[in-house]
């Protein structure tokens, strides 16, 4: 997985509150068999008019936001199905960052799996980052990892907690695959263990 | 120290603790499906890794596959490519299967309890959110994405931190016409849509050990609507007797063992919970959803809300948007509203006693004439059962459809799909926008209120179909 560098992006405001993945990226657009591409299908029910042209009212397609890397969310975001290809077509899309009061445990998960940040604040600092995305002229948010701090337009910083292990994997880009054989051993005694006292397991 | 169910299995599958809590647990049972498995397939052939435990594995095809005309195969290509690498995958890694024309095929949920490949004290996980359904039998089933179904396939294990303990606890009894769907709707609706988020939900009270163990699997399968990893119920006798006889339980004297344990699992009386919450059973009526959250329920006898009501205005605006997505009016009875489509199917209702509860009710009538009605058994399994009670027959003379199982209109990915404007009463989980297919409109209901819809063409109360 890429390392996770601090960065500047426009953020995007998305106040919705329990946006889905099936908002993310509707079904027909999981019979893929490759990670990449989904991109252009992000949203796609609300992005597109039937006719397949941009709806002008959706705000990923409004300037300077159709080139956000961040987006400023409604509560419990990601909810619903497991499907993996949200964060893949957030993240092909070119969102690295979400910022929300609350996000679903599966999309959080995957998220991370997939180098892209998603920050818990509170829910005054959510509306003040709001605030300052809804500036068209100056929506650019600058997300720091490595010290857990978002720095505002205006010079104001909101500091984020974040877990260590978490951190540490998007930083360094880690593979957990990798890390866990680290434990090859451990598992396999285990497992050894486990099948001599429940054999039928 | 007294335990919750979740602590028992929890510390009985952990294999590594950081000191930040994060953990490796190992993993008991790995159901895999088409739609979230290739990325994970193709991600172990480019890293030169073999799947760790195929035993522990179960593959079966249900998102994309047709529940017409099966003997020719699948239309669309994607679908048909997508289930053909499934095909490959399985073959390669060697991992068990039930391929599409298998009878034991059905959708990962229904299967996986079929079989007796849950099982209690298990963790069980899947790419698939709903996968908290076999926690109806006090396994610890969470859904996973795609990364870690291959990190499941490589390793058998998960990282993972523990969740928090919640008890939903159900005091009281429920009338005899609630039923299961009505009571996790009724839930879901009191504690919303990120109720249970970072919790592991344990379900109790006496409701529950009166209930079947298929009406328990509707229950836990909706956990992720209130936005919980997982949902249980300490297993009983009830569990006992329904896996006895399955193929894949334990037999003989690891079946006694397999009891004796299973005994030890619920919770120890004192177990700490970090959030509880009290459900009065007597006040649960026949629940539906009227909105696009799952949340957004009404009792069958009830009316639209009216967003003016509401103060704050992220939340009013939801529900302004719901009402204008699903074409309402503030303060419209519910059993006014008029369907075009039921739904019976989905992992949440589409076992035998959905079918049997919806049959009795369909039983020597009609579908009304506007409405287009397909039931979708779970499993090839389901299918052939209700046909030897000759339930097919009683839908059909109904003018119900009687399909081949999947995953079907649950969330379209095969060719069953609402078109725009359609309205169903559906017995799936899901009634978020587009859905069931772009534009479509769905009420989340129980098997008896989707029989009763499609009778009468509009919401209805079984009892009031005569």
Redesign the interface.
Same mark, same amino acid.
């Given at each position: 997985m890429e390392k996770f560098n601090t960065f500047k992006g426009i953020a995007a405001p998305f106040n919705i509150l329990n946006v889905d993945t099936d908002k993310i990226i509707p079904k027909q657009f999981l019979t893929t068999i490759k990670r990449t591409g989904l991109g252009k299908h992000v949203f796609d029910e609300i992005r597109y008019k039937k006719d397949g042209s941009e709806n002008p009212n959706f705000v990923l397609n409004q300037k300077p936001y159709d080139k956000s890397n961040i987006l400023i969310a409604g509560d419990n975001f990601g909810c619903g199905s497991s499907r993996e290809h949200a964060p893949w077509a957030l993240k092909d899309f070119g969102i690295k960052c979400i910022i929300s009061t609350s996000f679903a445990d599966i999309f959080y998960n995957n998220s991370f799996k997939n180098g892209l940040l998603p920050i818990m604040v509170t829910k005054d600092e959510r509306d003040a980052l709001l605030e300052d995305a809804k500036d068209k002229e100056n929506p650019e948010i600058e997300i720091d990892l490595e010290n857990q701090e978002i720095r505002r337009p205006n010079g104001g910083k909101i500091k984020f907690k974040i877990d260590p292990f978490r951190k540490k994997c998007l930083l360094e880009g880690l593979d957990d695959i990798g890390l866990t054989e680290l434990h090859e051993n451990k598992i396999k005694s285990f497992e050894e263990s486990r099948s001599t006292k429940l054999p039928w397991l | 120290m007294s335990k919750t169910l979740y602590d028992k299995i929890w510390q009985s599958h952990l294999?590594?603790e950081?000191d *930040?809590g994060?953990s =490796?647990i190992?993993i008991?049972r790995h159901l895999v499906h088409e739609? /979230?498995s290739?990325?994970a397939f !193709?991600g172990l052939r480019l #890293?030169d890794?073999k799947v760790n #435990?195929p035993k522990?594995t179960l593959a079966v095809a249900d998102?994309?596959v047709p529940t017409l005309d099966r003997e020719l195969g699948i239309k669309?290509e *994607?679908?048909r490519?997508?289930v053909e !690498?499934l095909d490959k995958n399985v073959e390669e890694f060697q991992i068990p299967y039930f391929n599409m024309n298998d009878t034991r095929q059905g959708i990962v949920h229904v299967i996986g309890p079929e079989q007796g490949f849950t099982q209690p004290g298990?963790t069980i996980v899947c @790419? *698939? #959110?709903h996968?908290a359904t076999h926690g109806a039998f006090g396994s610890l089933a +969470?859904?996973? @994405?795609?990364? !870690?179904v291959?990190?499941v396939l490589? /390793?058998?294990?998960l990282?993972q %931190?523990k969740?928090m303990n919640m008890l939903i606890n159900i005091t009281g009894n429920l009338d005899k016409i609630v039923t299961s769907k009505d009571l996790i709707l009724y839930i879901i609706g009191k504690i919303g /849509?990120?109720g249970g /988020? @970072?919790c592991v939900i344990e379900y109790s009270g006496n409701a529950l050990r009166d209930m079947s163990m298929e009406s328990r699997m509707t229950i836990c399968n909706m956990s992720?609507e209130a936005?919980a990893?997982a949902g249980m119920i300490a297993p009983d006798d009830i569990t006992f007797n329904y896996l006895c006889e399955k193929p894949m339980a334990?037999?003989n004297e690891?079946w006694d063992?397999?009891v004796n344990?299973w005994k030890t699992l619920p919770s120890d009386s004192g177990a700490k919970f970090d959030k509880i919450v009290d459900i009065d059973a007597t006040k649960v009526t026949q629940t539906i959803t009227w909105g696009t959250?799952p949340e957004e329920i009404v009792s069958i006898d009830g009316t639209v809300p009216n967003p003016d009501k509401i103060s704050d205005e992220? %939340?009013q605006n939801?529900i302004k948007r719901s009402i204008e997505y699903m074409g309402l009016t503030p303060g419209q009875k519910i059993s006014d509203v008029e369907i075009n489509t039921v739904f019976i199917g989905s992992c949440t209702n589409s076992r035998i006693e959905d079918i049997r509860s919806a049959a009795e009710i369909i039983k020597g009538k009609k579908v009304s004439t506007n409405v287009k009605a397909l039931v979708v058994p779970g499993s090839g399994l389901v299918k052939k059962q209700a046909e030897e009670e000759g339930l097919d027959v009683i839908f059909k003379h109904a003018g119900f459809e009687w399909r081949e199982p999947g995953c079907s209109m649950c =969330?379209?990915?095969n060719s069953d799909k609402l078109n725009e404007g359609d309205r169903c009463a559906s017995t799936s989980n899901?009634n +978020? !926008? @587009?859905?069931q297919g %772009?534009g479509g409109r769905t009420h989340l209901v129980s098997p008896e209120i989707a029989a009763a819809s499609a009778i009468t063409g509009k919401l209805t109360d079984p009892r009031n179909v005569t």
């Amino acid at each position: 997985m890429e390392k996770f560098n601090t960065f500047k992006g426009i953020a995007a405001p998305f106040n919705i509150l329990n946006v889905d993945t099936d908002k993310i990226i509707p079904k027909q657009f999981l019979t893929t068999i490759k990670r990449t591409g989904l991109g252009k299908h992000v949203f796609d029910e609300i992005r597109y008019k039937k006719d397949g042209s941009e709806n002008p009212n959706f705000v990923l397609n409004q300037k300077p936001y159709d080139k956000s890397n961040i987006l400023i969310a409604g509560d419990n975001f990601g909810c619903g199905s497991s499907r993996e290809h949200a964060p893949w077509a957030l993240k092909d899309f070119g969102i690295k960052c979400i910022i929300s009061t609350s996000f679903a445990d599966i999309f959080y998960n995957n998220s991370f799996k997939n180098g892209l940040l998603p920050i818990m604040v509170t829910k005054d600092e959510r509306d003040a980052l709001l605030e300052d995305a809804k500036d068209k002229e100056n929506p650019e948010i600058e997300i720091d990892l490595e010290n857990q701090e978002i720095r505002r337009p205006n010079g104001g910083k909101i500091k984020f907690k974040i877990d260590p292990f978490r951190k540490k994997c998007l930083l360094e880009g880690l593979d957990d695959i990798g890390l866990t054989e680290l434990h090859e051993n451990k598992i396999k005694s285990f497992e050894e263990s486990r099948s001599t006292k429940l054999p039928w397991l | 120290m007294s335990k919750t169910l979740y602590d028992k299995i929890w510390q009985s599958h952990l294999i590594n603790e950081q000191d *930040d809590g994060t953990s =490796l647990i190992y993993i008991d049972r790995h159901l895999v499906h088409e739609v /979230t498995s290739p990325q994970a397939f !193709e991600g172990l052939r480019l #890293s030169d890794r073999k799947v760790n #435990s195929p035993k522990r594995t179960l593959a079966v095809a249900d998102h994309n596959v047709p529940t017409l005309d099966r003997e020719l195969g699948i239309k669309e290509e *994607d679908s048909r490519i997508q289930v053909e !690498e499934l095909d490959k995958n399985v073959e390669e890694f060697q991992i068990p299967y039930f391929n599409m024309n298998d009878t034991r095929q059905g959708i990962v949920h229904v299967i996986g309890p079929e079989q007796g490949f849950t099982q209690p004290g298990m963790t069980i996980v899947c @790419g *698939d #959110s709903h996968t908290a359904t076999h926690g109806a039998f006090g396994s610890l089933a +969470f859904g996973i @994405g795609t990364s !870690e179904v291959e990190h499941v396939l490589a /390793t058998q294990t998960l990282i993972q %931190k523990k969740a928090m303990n919640m008890l939903i606890n159900i005091t009281g009894n429920l009338d005899k016409i609630v039923t299961s769907k009505d009571l996790i709707l009724y839930i879901i609706g009191k504690i919303g /849509t990120a109720g249970g /988020t @970072g919790c592991v939900i344990e379900y109790s009270g006496n409701a529950l050990r009166d209930m079947s163990m298929e009406s328990r699997m509707t229950i836990c399968n909706m956990s992720i609507e209130a936005g919980a990893r997982a949902g249980m119920i300490a297993p009983d006798d009830i569990t006992f007797n329904y896996l006895c006889e399955k193929p894949m339980a334990p037999k003989n004297e690891d079946w006694d063992k397999a009891v004796n344990w299973w005994k030890t699992l619920p919770s120890d009386s004192g177990a700490k919970f970090d959030k509880i919450v009290d459900i009065d059973a007597t006040k649960v009526t026949q629940t539906i959803t009227w909105g696009t959250s799952p949340e957004e329920i009404v009792s069958i006898d009830g009316t639209v809300p009216n967003p003016d009501k509401i103060s704050d205005e992220v %939340k009013q605006n939801k529900i302004k948007r719901s009402i204008e997505y699903m074409g309402l009016t503030p303060g419209q009875k519910i059993s006014d509203v008029e369907i075009n489509t039921v739904f019976i199917g989905s992992c949440t209702n589409s076992r035998i006693e959905d079918i049997r509860s919806a049959a009795e009710i369909i039983k020597g009538k009609k579908v009304s004439t506007n409405v287009k009605a397909l039931v979708v058994p779970g499993s090839g399994l389901v299918k052939k059962q209700a046909e030897e009670e000759g339930l097919d027959v009683i839908f059909k003379h109904a003018g119900f459809e009687w399909r081949e199982p999947g995953c079907s209109m649950c =969330l379209a990915m095969n060719s069953d799909k609402l078109n725009e404007g359609d309205r169903c009463a559906s017995t799936s989980n899901r009634n +978020f !926008e @587009g859905r069931q297919g %772009k534009g479509g409109r769905t009420h989340l209901v129980s098997p008896e209120i989707a029989a009763a819809s499609a009778i009468t063409g509009k919401l209805t109360d079984p009892r009031n179909v005569t």
